[in-house]
């Protein structure tokens, strides 16, 4: 991030940045939880092969493992204590004591002289004020049931679909938000005080949760008696309906290739009426991927049983050099996709199941799962196999991200951009491209990493590893899955080298100076990031948007209550 403000003169870096990176964390709501059960201290057995591993590698090449640890042996209060450097923070509630980090409550200590601590120590009792007031904004705890990606049974993990609910949920602030669910926005339209409007920008957008309704009635007689039925008839509008809605403020926040898509299209509107945004030719160039690239250990040399715990629970971070920065979490699967598992490493198969998922192809995923395996024959009848999450006990999913080129594309396709009587509303218009073969060398980093924790998880060493959709003698037909897609609406210093500038503020591309930004017209999400980062985006994503919403409502208007107590300043959510 540094590069930012040395080499695209952007104005800001990791360091002053960080005053947002902890609002985030305060707003969020991060914690570390590798632990078997909620208060356990026995770590889950994937975490522990995963860490055992990576214990090993940062000893033998402990220049390029930069996992850093803040464990102060002098500290009275850390002595007992041994500190997980390898444990991320996730957006996961979790039970506060954990005998990996430093807590308040020491085990097994009896109630009157932790009281009197409490009583004569005011850091101890900031550390509780701190601890009740974050766990009590923070409802539920981890089950450790890895489904993370797919959906929280107890509502353990914070998404900023539970922010806006709890402010629809709130007598007050609910005045200021109104949400309009399955609408999708394919043309905007600055109006900037022209055609006598107040107003700044014209949103034109497909109401796919349209209804037309009629009204019926229906009479009938029973005896002397006559009864009569008012009722309302709804249906959904065939292909959703067409709206527009006029702001003064406008924040797009699409996503990496959402916001360029609506940018994309706004640009090529066959509107004939009112302006067009004229934007940087920079939008959609500078697409990354963020070096996303799946690693399969199967099988493991003992059971990890994958299933359980958070998805991800711990990371390695390697810095080989400013090309080859890059990060390999343990990862796992969903017991309920256990079928999957002797797919895993077999590329071919494992791409046309992903091809099945990506077109929803529910019928065939089901089928590949369930009947590809053959049966087993018993005298003249046959069982089918059984699938279980045992399947996946030997399994260990690794997740790397890496610092790629970022040289990316997003266009809209040429055969729907050139047609004249082109569907504005229309899915799937946009093709994303980037050269693989600009991968190979961080690839082959990250691979060779992932080897070397092979080579202490695998039954077979190193041999038990295998990266299905990256075959390094075939690069053309390889495959990566993107988790992390940033880019398309990239800050820069001008119009020249960005599509917005450091406050997210839209540049106008016949503007009168290269930095003229349109007025009150921001994006703020992973699609104005301008570099890989290496690691999981959602916290960068979140302490940009904080940076940027500060300056547009000022410190005491945001989200977050500021604490500033003896040692630091903490932020919870408001």
């Not at 540094?2 to 990791?14: E, V």
């Not at 929803?360 to 089928?367: A, L």
């Not at 946009?430 to 080579?455: C, E, T, Y």
Request: glycine share 8%; with cysteine.
């Amino acid at each position: 991030m540094d590069k930012w403000d040395t080499q695209l003169n952007l104005g800001f870096n990791h360091n002053n940045l960080s005053k947002y990176f902890e609002m985030a964390r305060g707003f969020i709501g991060v914690n570390k939880i590798p632990t078997n059960t909620a208060l356990s201290t026995v770590k889950l057995p994937k975490t522990k092969a995963f860490q055992d591993a990576a214990a090993i590698i940062k000893k033998e090449t402990p220049a390029i493992v930069k996992n850093k640890t803040t464990f102060d042996p002098a500290d009275p209060d850390q002595k007992d204590y041994v500190e997980d450097i390898y444990a991320v923070d996730l957006s996961i509630t979790d039970i506060p004591y954990r005998k990996d980090e430093i807590t308040s409550f020491k085990k097994g200590n009896a109630y009157t002289p932790t009281l009197n601590a409490i009583k004569n120590d005011p850091a101890l009792q900031e550390e509780l004020a701190v601890l009740l007031r974050k766990y009590f904004a923070e409802s539920n705890v981890c089950e450790r049931q890895g489904r993370c990606a797919i959906g929280c049974i107890p509502l353990a993990r914070h998404l900023n679909g539970k922010k806006l609910f709890d402010y629809l949920n709130h007598p007050t602030k609910r005045k200021h938000l109104e949400v309009r669910a399955l609408s999708e926005v394919y043309d905007i339209e600055p109006i900037l005080g022209g055609s006598g409007s107040l107003f700044n920008y014209k949103i034109y957008y497909n109401d796919y949760g349209a209804r037309d309704w009629k009204q019926a009635s229906f009479s009938w007689n029973i005896g002397p008696k006559s009864y009569k039925l008012d009722i309302r008839l709804f249906r959904l509008v065939d292909n959703g309906k067409k709206k527009t809605i006029e702001y003064n403020k406008l924040i797009l926040a699409a996503g990496s290739i959402g916001s360029t898509e609506i940018l994309l299209k706004s640009i090529s509107t066959t509107r004939s009426t009112g302006q067009k945004l004229n934007l940087s030719n920079k939008v959609g160039s500078g697409y990354s991927t963020n070096g996303d690239l799946l690693g399969v250990i199967q099988p493991t040399k003992t059971d990890i049983n994958a299933t359980r715990g958070p998805i991800v629970t711990s990371a390695i971070r390697f810095n080989e050099g400013s090309d080859f920065i890059y990060t390999i979490e343990d990862s796992s699967i969903p017991k309920m996709f256990s079928g999957v598992s002797r797919f895993l490493s077999q590329g071919a198969l494992f791409r046309q199941l992903l091809g099945f998922a990506g077109l929803g192809s529910v019928q065939q995923i089901i089928s590949m799962i369930t009947q590809n395996p053959p049966s087993i024959p018993i005298g003249n009848t046959s069982l089918p196999i059984h699938i279980s999450e045992q399947d996946l006990n030997n399994v260990l999913l690794l997740s790397g991200m890496g610092t790629d080129t970022s040289d990316g594309t997003i266009k809209l396709q040429d055969q729907w951009k050139n047609n004249p009587n082109r569907d504005m509303t229309a899915l799937n218009t946009l093709d994303v491209n980037f050269d693989m073969n600009r991968l190979v060398p961080l690839f082959n980093k990250m691979r060779n990493s992932m080897k070397r924790i092979s080579k202490h998880v695998g039954e077979k060493g190193g041999s038990s590893f295998t990266t299905p959709l990256w075959d390094p003698n075939d690069v053309n037909n390889n495959a990566t899955i993107v988790l992390h897609n940033l880019g398309g609406c990239s800050m820069g210093k001008d119009r020249n080298n960005g599509v917005v500038d450091n406050s997210g503020k839209v540049y106008k591309g016949n503007g009168a100076t290269l930095t003229e930004t349109y007025p009150e017209f921001y994006i703020v999400d992973g699609g104005t990031v301008p570099t890989a980062l290496g690691v999981n985006s959602s916290l960068t994503i979140s302490a940009l948007a904080f940076r940027i919403a500060e300056n547009l409502v000022g410190p005491t208007n945001l989200p977050v209550e500021e604490v500033s107590l003896s040692t630091k300043t903490v932020y919870f959510p408001k």
